[in-house]
């Protein structure tokens, strides 16, 4: 499903993060080690198995918690061990993070925003947007989290949770531009 699953960290306190664990958790828990960084914590934008598959094989390789929206923890057949509930703030090591909540691709969607960097999950893919066909879905939703993210800074970087894009990455400026549903659904307009 060309999910990307994204390692985090501080560089002083040496704490680490896994984003979305989907796939090979040995592989994830390898660019850790080689970056060098303990994993704390697990970050899930949402419930769907594509992005919490490896949990549990990360979790017991490390004894990281889980964070994720409490309204998606419902629907999660793993151990959530933080659960978060609107706008809020969460340190790893020195770095800030802010937790978006971004609801309409699930209803507990959120995003990470830490130095300039935006980690979307499936609420905002380059060129593209989440869907909302799924159980707990909603386009109005999606569309109105799509616009609170449209509101950062335009040089923020955006870092999706699947590689369906033309590039791996972007910044919220090219996806003003570009980005099909940001003017279709009214995500953004000038």
Not at 9 to 24: F, L
Not at 98 to 105: A, D, E, L, V
Not at 135 to 154: D, Q, V
Request: hydrophobic share 35%; aromatic share 8%.
């Amino acid at each position: 499903m060309e999910n990307f699953s994204y390692v985090i960290g501080c560089p002083s306190t040496r704490q680490g993060a896994v984003i979305d664990p989907a796939g090979d958790a040995g592989a994830i828990l390898s660019a850790a080690r080689d970056a060098g960084l303990a994993v704390k914590y697990i970050f899930n934008t949402h419930n769907h198995a594509d992005h919490t598959e490896g949990n549990a094989a990360i979790q017991k390789a490390t004894g990281a918690r889980v964070l994720m929206h409490a309204l998606d923890t419902r629907d999660y057949a793993g151990n959530v061990d933080i659960p978060v509930d609107g706008d809020t703030e969460f340190a790893l090591g020195n770095i800030a993070l802010s937790i978006i909540h971004t609801p309409g691709h699930t209803p507990g969607g959120i995003c990470f925003l830490a130095e300039g960097n935006l980690f979307t999950g499936d609420t905002l893919f380059v060129g593209d947007s989440g869907r909302t066909d799924l159980p707990g879905g909603h386009r109005p939703t999606l569309g109105a989290s799509i616009r609170k993210l449209m509101a950062l800074p335009a040089d923020t970087v955006v870092w999706p949770g699947h590689d369906y894009g033309p590039t791996p990455s972007s910044t919220l400026r090219w996806e003003k531009r570009n980005n099909v549903n940001a003017r279709e659904y009214g995500y953004y307009e000038d």
